[in-house]
């Protein structure tokens, strides 16, 4: 029998999640999650767990609760660690009560892990708060939803037009105009402010305010979709919002680790980086040819990282294959980037080879000789897409390679996908991420837009780029995340000075 954790989500920004939370998110067997809850927190957990989606949307629930309540019990019997992740906090109208109440009655462990609300968190971002001294001493969280049976509200509007605190409507944008009016005939004045928070916390937010008799037209013209809060009160007059210069956008189509590193980079640039396309690893069924060669490692001289993905696969499979790491003592190691020799001194290990400049062709080139002259053989574990360059190479000096191909990526959609127009840079780390990024456009019938300027780490991605969509804008120097913060950093402030006079015109693959 395993336990549940419900875990609060958060309103929106993935980075909202408690550290408590993320914690057990990154180490469950199953997740069962939401509409509410945010997509990309699903790219840090383990590849190997159970999702289940169980979206409950307005007008289109996926699940009932009683369904939702059986999936955690079936999962809590056949796993050791199951989170229920709920947008929100679990306990504000996300009838996280109910869903204790089913394990409970199969004696099923449980805990909860308390999220950040949007209840206040989503009016705070909009500059609004939902108390102010001398202005609102209490605020009030109401359901906007209706009885489901009778289609009356299940609020009280005399109550919530009397009171003199802030009222917060959650998960009630289809029924604004039946709340507004409600308020207004049960002697609300038509003159008190109102706001309407769209994708509240993220990059994507847009507030519209009224005064509580137009608020409902208002939103109607501005299209505002859903998820969306509600607040009526004298403090949604306010606006206590540091507003900032344009912030460019960066849209960034990399591994979640990949994701969370170029963030902080840019953020320190002055920039906002926001996921468009996830990559994600998959191990192969080689995998266990890798494993049979780890039970004899002695026959090699050298063993050939390209990645970090590599590196840690590769010893994932030492301990699951109970390896000893003293087998590792009289290997040579070669890597590519550094990053990857990063990844592989984190193990311990400092690596022998590293190329001058980090390309696979730079690699080719400067290992070949040192590797055959010792006449080693040697191990490279790569992915399927990886270049056959540095194989190819040794083989024709006469060196003895074993090429595994042990991993494979591919991409999903992120949230930033749905708003390339807000975007100011596309930016691409590999070869992989560019096919799978304009496949996910080819899915979904979307155009790039022109005014993007589109950043690659290397010449390979780069050409992958022209192959697929047109020339890049950015190629960085050096290979690697620092090489391409540098260059796009570079850029923006040529940009700005004026000295990009054609935003539109590609620079050439080299």
């Known amino acids: 029998m395993g336990i549940v954790y419900l875990i609060g989500a958060g309103p929106g920004d993935a980075g909202l999640i408690t550290v408590k939370g993320a914690e057990k998110l990154k180490e469950c067997d199953a997740v069962v999650y939401d509409h509410l809850a945010c997509v990309e927190l699903l790219s840090t ?36 660690t199951v989170v229920r992740l709920k947008g929100g906090d679990p306990f504000v ?42 202005v609102s001493r209490s605020f009030h969280v109401i359901t906007g939803h209706t009885n ?14 009397e009171s003199e605190g802030t009222l917060v409507f959650l998960m009630g944008l289809s029924h604004l105009q039946d709340i507004a009016d ?24 847009h507030t519209v305010r009224a005064p509580l008799g137009r608020i409902a037209q208002r939103v109607y013209e501005s299209e505002l979709p859903s998820p969306a809060v509600i607040v009526v009160g004298a403090t949604a007059a306010m606006q206590d919002v540091f507003l900032a210069e344009h912030v460019p956008k960066v849209g960034l189509t990399a591994t979640h680790p990949l994701q969370v590193k170029l963030a902080r980079g840019f953020a320190q640039l002055g920039m906002r980086a926001e996921p468009v396309c996830t990559m994600q690893v998959q191990p192969t069924d080689d995998l266990q040819q890798l494993d049979d060669e780890l039970t004899h490692l002695e026959q090699y001289g050298w ?52 190329p001058s400049n980090y390309t696979v062709a730079a690699l080719a080139t400067e290992l070949t000789p040192v ?11 790569r992915a399927v897409q990886g270049s056959p360059q540095l194989a190819a190479a ?56 022109p005014h993007l300027h589109i950043a ?43 000295m990009q006079h054609d935003t539109h015109e590609k620079t050439a693959c080299k």
């Open 371 to 381: 590797v055959g002259r010792s006449g080693q053989r040697v191990l490279l574990p």
């Open 303 to 354: 063993v050939v990282f390209t990645s970090q993905n590599t590196v840690r696969i590769f010893f994932e499979e030492m301990r699951k294959t109970q390896t000893d790491i003293r087998c590792l003592g009289n290997l040579h190691f070669a890597v590519l980037g550094s990053g990857t020799a990063a990844a592989l001194r984190a193990r311990g290990i400092q690596a022998d080879f590293v």
């Open 182 to 205: 409600g308020l207004i005939q049960a002697g609300k004045s038509p003159d008190t402010p109102a706001a309407v928070i769209a994708d509240g916390t993220t990059d994507r937010q």
């Open 456 to 498: 690659c780490i290397g010449e390979v991605t780069c050409t992958a780029l022209a192959q697929e969509h047109c020339n890049a804008d950015i190629v960085a120097a050096e290979n690697s995340v620092e090489g391409l913060l540098r260059a796009v950093g570079q850029y923006n402030i040529d940009i700005q000075g004026g």
């Open 148 to 161: 489901t049976l009778s289609g009356e509200p299940v609020c009280n509007y005399r109550n919530l037009a």
């Open 45 to 80: 957990i383990r590849p190997d767990c159970k999702k289940i989606y169980v979206g409950k949307q307005a007008g289109h629930h996926s699940f009932q609760q009683g369904e939702i309540n059986q999936i955690l019990v079936e999962c809590a019997q056949t796993c050791a």
């Open 394 to 449: 040794l083989r024709r000096t006469g060196v003895s390679c074993t090429e595994i191909p042990i991993y494979d990526v591919c991409g999903c959609p992120a949230v930033g996908a749905q708003h390339l127009d807000e975007l100011d840079y596309l930016v691409f780390v590999s070869a992989s991420g560019v096919r799978a990024f304009f496949a996910q456009m080819r899915q979904f019938n979307q155009q790039l837009p």
């Open 93 to 134: 109208f996300g009838r996280g009560s109910e869903e204790i109440e089913a394990l409970r009655q199969y004696n099923i462990p449980y805990a909860v892990i308390p999220g950040v609300t949007s209840a206040c968190a989503v009016p705070e971002s909009a500059g609004i708060p939902v108390t102010h001294r001398g």
